[in-house]
């Protein structure tokens, strides 16, 4: 069968030496990209298992243009995530805990524990505290004081990642999402928020940026 993919060089110049100069590999950015192209990339890094590459962002096209090639990849649809290799290094350093203010910020919350786990990080998902039911938080404070680093993903008015920067010695990586009704703006009122926290140590991501708050807490993390 004849290779239809257009040429790599002619739409992406892959950093695969990243991981060797930074100490975290690049991830591969699959929104605006076509599954031809996708695949593309995942067929340019097929032989270098040593690097561990994730797809973010990816919807279903991708991800079966992703397993075309790597079949063995880990597809997190809810995520919207594929990793390869499949299975995480080894963890080092501490642990880091990602906190996800409600079920409807999940995916976002998904795609930043699956970071810090695949940049090598002990990884722990705590679902459906917001602040709405304060009592729920506070089942968690002795897993949360255990963390290195804590991702604390809400959407609607944004207030968890402050109340969880109130209760542990940690630095809070705080994710806004999209989540919320028309107020909201989608984001821009739990970004505003979080921005304006007045609890010490509270760094904050993009909206919706769930690779980016995993990575952040994966170097935050990293062994001393």
């Keep these: 069968m004849t290779d239809t993919r257009p040429d790599l060089a002619s739409y992406a110049d892959l950093d695969l030496d990243r ?3 930074r100490g975290y590999p690049e991830a591969v950015f699959c929104a605006g ?3 031809e192209q996708v695949a593309g990339i995942a067929t340019a890094v097929k032989d270098r298992p040593d690097v561990v590459t994730l797809f973010t962002r ?3 096209s991708h991800a079966a243009a992703v397993r075309s090639v ?8 809810v995520a919207g995530l594929l990793a390869w290799p499949p299975e995480p290094p080894e963890p080092t350093g501490g642990r880091v805990v990602v906190v996800a203010a409600g079920t409807s910020d999940l ?6 524990a699956l970071s810090a786990q695949y940049l090598g990080r002990r990884t722990e998902l705590i679902v459906d505290v ?3 039911g304060l009592h729920r938080i506070l089942k968690h404070v002795d897993l949360l004081r ?16 402050g109340v969880v920067a109130g209760l542990i010695p940690a630095p809070v990586v705080a994710v806004p ?3 919320g009704y028309g107020a909201a703006f989608e984001g821009l009122a739990a970004l505003l928020t979080m921005l304006n926290a007045c609890a010490p140590g509270v760094a904050v991501v993009n909206i919706d940026n769930g690779y980016g708050a995993g990575h952040l807490a994966a170097q935050i993390a990293a062994p001393a």
């Design 19 to 21: 991981a060797q100069r």
């Design 33 to 35: 990209k076509t599954p």
């Design 58 to 60: 990816a919807t279903d």
């Design 70 to 77: 790597l079949p063995d990849a880990r597809h997190d649809p």
């Design 107 to 112: 995916p976002v919350a998904r795609e930043a």
């Design 130 to 132: 917001g602040v709405a």
């Design 146 to 161: 255990s963390a290195r680093a804590v991702v604390v993903v809400a959407g609607m008015d944004g207030a968890l990642p």
């Design 177 to 179: 999402t999209s989540v």
